[in-house]
């Protein structure tokens, strides 16, 4: 029929801008932003809890914690990145929360790291880095905490936009 447009799913006009947003905005790329995201913080935190003493190093070298912090939070922050980016890759409740909250944390270390001056490893992905061999410099870390805030901001956006509840732990 001449003259009609296409319909959407939803009985609405489609048009540039409504398949651009029906497409940004789908349950497929909503888990595939949200999976390659947990697998992020899975694969930080399992590298980091593998060398524990060269992580507790690390956090160390940012002269920000006591000494009988550093080994503490050594093994807290791995664990909980694990626990979080479990959570995220099972869309349950509160694991994008404490996403949000890890990577702006580590955000606001990486600031204080470059405003600092300071000349250390990361330690994102445990001593082993690969990417700090590469740049050796905190500001490419800070750059890509900042896109994967974007991709987490994207996680709550399409949440709202597509009605998505994240799963309750029941007992």
């Given amino acids: 029929m001449m003259g009609q447009e296409a319909k959407t799913i939803n009985g609405r006009k489609s048009g540039g801008r409504l398949a651009l947003k029906n497409f940004f905005f789908s349950p497929l790329i909503y888990a595939l932003v949200r999976i390659s995201l947990s697998a992020i913080f899975l694969w ?20 920000i914690l006591p000494d009988s912090w550093i080994m503490l939070a050594a093994i807290a922050l791995p664990t909980l990145e694990i626990v979080a980016g479990l959570g995220l890759m099972l869309d349950i409740q509160g694991s994008l929360v404490v996403i949000t909250g890890l990577l702006g944390l580590f955000m606001v270390i990486l600031g204080y790291g470059i405003w600092m001056g300071l000349d250390v490893d ?11 061999q590469a740049f050796h410099g905190l500001r490419s ?24 509840v994240p799963k309750q732990l029941t007992r």
Avoid at 47 to 55: E, R, T
Avoid at 141 to 164: E, G, N, Q, T
């Fill in 141 to 164: 870390a800070l750059v890509r905490d900042m896109i994967m805030m974007l991709s987490i901001f994207y996680l709550y956006w399409s949440r709202y936009w597509l009605k998505i």
């Fill in 122 to 132: 990361c330690g994102c992905f445990g001593p082993d880095d690969p990417e700090t």
């Fill in 44 to 63: 930080s935190g399992i590298s980091k809890l593998v060398d524990i003493k060269s992580f507790s190093m690390i956090i160390d070298s940012y002269v």
